[in-house]
Structures are given as structure tokens and as C-alpha cells.
């Protein structure tokens, strides 16, 4: 049974860091893709991160440029999310995801609907 467990969320002030992981467990994931994505309360899942199961390339949203590192530990299928300079508006629930990857160098998706497996999520709450 594939899961995906998200670990790591909580309140902190704004300015103030967290980091989220991701342990995936019951099949290999060495050649997904694997990502974060969030959820605002009234607001559609976004796209956060996501790291190349390749060349282990990484890719952000706009938003999180220079605060968010996403980063891989393959020999254990971890994922993680460090989230420094935090602001209100990245308060949301944090889901990470999995895709089977394309080929060597494609581009990997910032679609949810695209992703094989998501966690059940975190609640990230940074207060102003």
C-alpha cells in the first residue's frame, strides 16, 4: 500500500521558519517526481515545489522563490520542505505528491490532477 505521510506543520510567527517532511513508503519511488503543493481555506490546491527524480532539478512557484528549498534523501524516500522568511498568505494546508516520471529532462508538472499520490496534508499557519 502506497503512503504518503506529511509531518512537520504547526503555527510560527511571520518572518519565522518551518520544515515540513514527507516520508512515501510501499512501492519505490526513484524514478517519481516528488512535489508539494497547499491548499488555503475558499482557495484551489497550488503548486509549491517539486524535485526531478532525474538530475534531482528543482522548480518553485513564483511565491516561495528564495524562502522554499525543497530537497530529497532517496535512500530513505523523504522529502523535505524548508520554509524560511514565512508570511501570513503562506499559511494553507501542505500536501506532498508523487508522479511517475517522463523522460530524463522533462519539465515536471505543476498539475495536481497529473499526481499518482498525495499525503493527507499538514496545516502550515503562520500568524501576522
Known amino acids: 500500500q502506497v503512503q504518503l505521510v506529511e509531518s512537520g506543520g504547526g503555527l510560527v510567527q511571520a518572518g519565522g521558519s518551518l520544515r515540513l517532511s514527507c516520508a512515501a513508503s510501499g512501492r519505490t519511488f526513484s524514478r517519481y517526481d516528488m512535489g508539494w503543493f497547499r491548499q488555503a481555506p475558499g482557495k484551489e490546491r497550488e503548486f509549491v515545489a517539486v524535485k526531478r527524480w532525474s538530475d534531482g532539478s528543482t522548480y518553485y512557484a513564483d511565491s516561495v522563490i528564495g524562502r522554499f528549498t525543497i530537497s530529497r534523501d532517496n535512500a530513505k524516500d523523504i522529502i523535505n520542505l524548508q520554509m524560511n522568511s514565512l508570511k501570513p498568505e503562506d499559511t494553507a494546508v501542505y500536501y506532498c505528491?508523487?508522479?511517475?516520471?517522463?523522460?530524463?529532462?522533462?519539465?515536471?508538472?505543476?498539475?495536481?490532477?497529473?499526481?499518482?499520490?498525495w499525503g493527507q496534508g499538514t496545516q502550515v499557519t503562520v500568524s501576522s
Open positions: 505528491a508523487a508522479k511517475s516520471g517522463s523522460y530524463y529532462y522533462a519539465q515536471p508538472s505543476r498539475l495536481t490532477y497529473e499526481y499518482d499520490y
